[in-house]
């Protein structure tokens, strides 16, 4: 598997979509590879909003002087 | 080589619609055909290389838009939306006979006005108390806006993500967004919001 950022994935998507304009990828392929991206999208997003979140918890942690922590959901490495 | 040769035609589709706006109607035909050609050159680089060159100022101003658009979406219209909660708009409960204080045909915030001058001292007392506390909630709000505004505009985005924006929104000028082109779009604004996130971590953290 490649490892992927947000920025190869961009330089793909419009890869794809230049296939597209020029029929060599059809448009069911566009589609899926599209959707495929939506879902990765979504993580990109939880990502986001967890960085959100531990920056938040930090400056709580800072000002109560607490220890909060952020649960990890998958703990296990697989 | 290729770069000079795109500057070139970029600098003369500059100066040719500059020109026709000037220009004698004989000449207009003759500088469309130069503009046309020019044109014609940056476009296919722009098909070959998956970029634009040339950019317009309009273009700018709308990647510019939709930089504020993704922060006010992700960080602040959440923010505004729990400090608004707490503004008082229904001032006529807090007023003891509130129907002969208020007239609603002349209008004052939301429609509603009042003569000060004939509510009691607890009342006035009340009103400005809530004045207060919703002015001061307001400017709050103002400076969350402010603050973010400036960041936003201090923020260093990649360039190359802003012609990736430019060429998609290009693309679908003349029609519904596919999928893929959906899926870009979505992955510039999660681009945008990590760059925002990443050079503005005090900022957030500050406002969390």
Redesign the interface.
């Known amino acids: 598997m490649i490892p992927v950022n ?2 190869s ?2 330089a793909f ?6 296939k ?1 304009d020029n029929d060599e990828i059809d ?1 069911l392929k ?2 899926e ?3 495929l ?2 879902q ?2 979504n993580s ?2 939880y990502e ?1 909003d967890r ?2 979140t531990k ?2 918890i ?2 709580h942690n800072a000002i109560y002087k607490d220890v909060l922590d952020l649960r990890d959901v998958e703990s296990k490495n697989f | 080589m290729e770069s000079v040769l795109i500057e070139q035609h970029k600098l003369i589709t500059e100066r040719c619609k500059d020109l026709i706006n000037v220009s004698l109607d004989e000449d207009v035909v003759f500088l469309r055909q130069i503009l046309n050609k020019s044109k014609k050159e940056l476009d296919e680089h722009n098909n070959e290389n998956l970029t634009v060159v040339d950019v317009t100022s309009k273009e700018s101003g709308i990647w510019r838009i939709v930089i504020k658009n993704v922060i006010y979406g992700r960080h602040i219209n959440s923010l505004v939306g729990k400090l608004s909660k707490h503004i008082e708009h229904d001032l006529v409960d807090f007023v003891c006979d509130g129907d002969k204080m208020y007239d609603k045909k002349n209008t004052w915030n939301d429609g509603w006005y009042y003569y000060e001058d004939k509510l009691c001292n607890t009342c006035k007392n009340k009103l400005e108390k809530i004045e207060r506390k919703n002015l001061c909630i307001e400017n709050n709000i103002q400076k969350i806006r402010d603050d973010f505004h400036e960041a936003c505009n201090k923020t260093i985005f990649d360039k190359d993500l802003k012609l990736k924006y430019v060429l998609l929104s290009r693309n679908i000028k003349n029609h519904k967004p596919n999928p893929l082109e959906t899926a870009i779009k979505e992955t510039i604004h999660n681009e945008i919001a990590k760059t925002f996130q990443e050079q503005n971590e005090k900022l957030i953290i500050k406002y969390s």
């Open positions: 947000n920025k994935m961009i998507l419009f890869g794809q979509m230049n597209l448009v566009a589609r590879q599209g959707n991206a939506k990765v999208n990109m997003k986001l960085a959100k920056m938040e930090t400056k």
